[in-house]
């Protein structure tokens, strides 16, 4: 819905509508860089998960109060926490979800 926000609401062509759109797609990554580094170093993967949602919830109000006469820096910046906090989200509750995952019994599995 943001590429249509940008063009139809802001009147930006598309090529405009997709680099703005850039620093958000960077940001994805970098979440998940950073959610990657924290589980290695200290684990913290339900605190990390927390984190991670708070962040994306706080990015889901802000995209949420975009308006027409929004100025260049806010869109900029208000485009970014959602991405960021799903960089975060992702990874640490997929292995959350493993860590609790009785490892032993897919080895009963696998022998079948």
Known sequence: MLPLFLQVVLSESASEAGLRLIPPAVALPLGGLVSGIIMSVWGHLGL?????????????????????????????LFLIPTNFGQGI????????????????????????
């Open 48 to 76: 990390l998960v927390k984190i991670g949602s708070i962040i994306l919830v706080i990015g889901c109000y802000l995209v949420s109060s975009l308006d027409p006469g929004i100025s260049q820096w806010k869109l900029f």
């Open 89 to 112: 989200v992702y990874p640490s509750s997929l292995f959350a979800m493993l860590a609790k995952y009785e490892h032993s019994r897919s080895f009963l599995i696998s022998q079948c």
